[in-house]
């Protein structure tokens, strides 16, 4: 019982950091309904960014300030070189034009800082230690405590706000948008900055794991199954679903996988999302469409 | 006839006209959508603009909240000239709109809907409202019992909580239009508010439009294709036909135009 608890909580704190990473996909498809796949991109970019100025013996915090001000100034670029001129395509369109952007921010990000892996050191020890009998990471704590910081920000800033509300009738009918005298354009550069903000905290939490390459526009893949468990359009649909993801990945690698011979760990979140579109297309949390027939 | 550009032969309530378009000219990569289009509207009439399938009825609206910006031309619009409207400062200016094919948000509940016509009248900063501190539970309830009486005057009480997407094609209309009332605008324009209702909803439809203008003094301009309800609802009618005015006036005025009975009545329609 103890080894089963074990390796439950180390899969739900290593799904936070899934979660981490699908929030910023939620929150631009929330404001847009299109699935932004340079998220993975701006991650890399992100991470490559701080790391950068890290190492040339910039401080922590204004590293950290400089990149979130890189991040907030992509975030305006994209929306007038991409976004403006695609005002009221179909979302395929977007979606199409956010896969050129992921490899211009990947391009740029190596162009800028190099290709080569860098170390990342957030000062948090991963190692683990024992709490109430379990043996847990610090790290991992870490990443849960500011996951939930992150989730509650977002949650009071978008279901309490008139940007909450003006998001949510961006997402629903642009034109509609327009004529209520909400500015679309400003919208949409709020939401890409804030995604590029968790974009860069999951960067930072994910780089001091894996290091800071290339790999690391590749966690868009983990957000996946997320996503589509959690539903696409609720932020803590993304924390729940990364839970899941989290905690039922782990428990099959060691329950499941012993019995047809290990490594299941890599594809057991995208059968478990295959079942979940076969019964819950719209995911856990997600809008359900709604039409009439 | 009443080709020359500028009459306002309207029976106007007030003095200056509330929004007066001069010369417009609009089109889309060299297709001529509407040419040279001057009119008034006066303060506290409901003006229709009539005519044919593809006249530009429709453009002529989005060029006066902005959403189209003319090539040509300029809007007056409460004493003050723009070269061309944006669909933000109108709403600010106070211009509120419904369109032809319902643009309501149909995920959220009529109540929810209504409210974001209130959305300019926020004055609570955003970290007011995430917290609910300062001024914005106070504001919050205001906006809300602001909204609970436009519902209540449209009569869609027993629908306030329902999601948008899920009524009928006759209370989106109703529901689009008490977003538009939210805004307490000065100017409502109403793209075909009746289009696709049935007789009754119609009058229904008309006597809200009615009771909006007298009660709240609101300028109407609305685009109609039903002749009965312009000639009940309308004190000025403007007839467009292929993107120029052939007719303005008022609805006696058009009914006996003989360019407009050429054009609107005649064989086309």
């Given at each position: 019982m103890g080894f089963f608890l074990e390796v439950l909580a180390g899969g739900l704190l290593a799904g936070v950091m899934y979660s981490l990473v699908a929030i910023g996909f939620v929150l631009i498809y929330k404001a847009s309904g299109v699935f932004n796949f340079a998220q993975g991109a701006m991650v890399l970019f992100a991470a490559l960014t701080f790391v950068s100025l890290l190492e040339r013996g910039v401080p922590f915090w204004l590293s950290f300030v400089i990149t979130l001000l890189a991040m907030v100034a992509l975030a305006l670029l994209i929306e007038r070189a991409v976004l403006r001129p695609l005002v009221n395509r179909p979302p395929i369109t977007l979606f199409m034009a956010t896969l050129?952007?992921?490899?211009?921010?990947?391009?740029?990000?190596?162009?800028?800082?190099?290709?080569?892996?860098?170390?990342?050191?957030?000062?948090?020890?991963?190692?683990?230690?024992?709490?109430?009998?379990?043996?847990?990471?610090?790290?991992?704590?870490?990443?849960?405590?500011t996951a939930a910081v992150l989730v509650t920000t977002l949650s009071l800033l978008f279901s309490k706000t008139r940007i909450g509300l003006s998001l949510r009738a961006v997402a629903d009918d642009p034109l509609a948008a327009l004529a209520i005298g909400i500015r679309l354009q400003r919208i949409w550069a709020v939401v890409w900055a804030v995604a590029g903000f968790v974009g860069l905290v999951a960067g930072l939490l994910w780089g001091a794991r894996l290091g800071v390459q290339f790999s690391l526009s590749l966690i868009v893949l983990k957000a996946l199954p997320v996503l589509i468990i959690g539903g696409f359009t609720s932020i803590g649909g993304a924390i729940v679903g990364g839970l899941i993801i989290g905690a039922s990945e782990k428990l099959a690698e060691v329950y499941i996988g012993p019995?047809?011979?290990?490594?299941?760990?890599?594809?057991?979140?995208?059968?478990?999302?295959?079942?979940?579109?076969?019964?819950?297309?719209?995911?856990?949390?997600?809008?359900?469409?709604?039409e009439r027939v | 006839?009443?080709?020359?550009?500028?009459?306002?032969?309207?029976?106007?309530?007030?003095?200056?006209?509330?929004?007066?378009?001069?010369?417009?000219?609009?089109?889309?990569?060299?297709?001529?959508?509407?040419?040279?289009?001057?009119?008034?509207?006066?303060?506290?009439?409901?003006?229709?603009?009539?005519?044919?399938?593809?006249?530009?009825?429709?453009?002529?609206?989005?060029?006066?909240?902005?959403?189209?910006?003319?090539q040509h031309g300029s809007i007056t619009f409460d004493g003050e000239v723009r070269r061309h409207m944006h669909p933000h400062h109108a709403a600010v200016r106070g211009i509120a709109r419904t369109f032809q094919n319902i643009?309501?948000?149909?995920?959220?509940?009529?109540?929810?809907?209504?409210?974001?016509?209130?959305?300019?009248?926020?004055?609570?900063?955003?970290?007011?409202?995430?917290?609910?501190?300062?001024?914005?539970?106070?504001?919050?309830?205001?906006?809300?019992?602001?909204?609970?009486?436009?519902?209540?005057?449209?009569?869609?009480q027993p629908w306030r909580n329902s999601v948008v997407g899920k009524l009928p094609y006759g209370l989106q209309k109703r529901v689009e239009l008490a977003r538009a009332l939210a805004a307490e605008p000065r100017l409502l324009l109403l793209d075909e508010p009746m289009a696709g209702m049935n007789a009754e909803e119609k009058q229904e439809m008309s006597s809200f439009i009615a009771d909006v203008n007298r009660e709240f003094g609101t300028t109407v301009v609305l685009i109609e294709h039903d002749i009965g309800v312009?000639?009940?609802?309308?004190?000025?009618?403007?007839?467009?036909?292929?993107?120029?005015?052939?007719g303005d006036g008022t609805p006696d005025d058009v009914r006996n135009n003989p360019d407009v009975i050429a054009a609107y009545l005649g064989t086309r329609h």
């Open positions: 050129g952007l992921s490899y211009v921010i990947e391009g740029a990000a190596q162009a800028l800082w190099g290709a080569q892996v860098h170390g990342l050191d957030l000062g948090i020890k991963d190692e683990p230690f024992e709490f109430a009998g379990l043996l847990l990471s610090q790290f991992d704590l870490f990443a849960a405590a019995l047809i011979g290990g490594g299941i760990e890599n594809w057991f979140p995208y059968v478990l999302a295959l079942l979940f579109l076969l019964v819950r297309p719209a995911g856990l949390f997600g809008e359900r469409a709604i | 006839m009443s080709a020359s550009p500028h009459i306002s032969n309207s029976n106007s309530k007030g003095s200056a006209p509330l929004l007066r378009l001069e010369h417009i000219s609009l089109s889309f990569k060299g297709v001529k959508a509407v040419t040279d289009i001057s009119f008034d509207v006066a303060e506290g009439a409901i003006t229709a603009l009539i005519g044919p399938n593809g006249a530009g009825k429709s453009s002529l609206l989005n060029v006066i909240n902005g959403v189209y910006q003319a643009a309501l948000f149909k995920g959220m509940s009529v109540l929810d809907n209504v409210l974001t016509g209130r959305n300019l009248k926020r004055r609570s900063s955003w970290l007011e409202q995430a917290l609910r501190i300062g001024r914005a539970p106070g504001e919050d309830d205001a906006q809300r019992r602001h909204a609970e009486k436009v519902i209540e005057f449209l009569h869609i312009v000639m009940q609802l309308a004190d000025h009618v403007i007839v467009l036909d292929y993107g120029k005015k052939i």
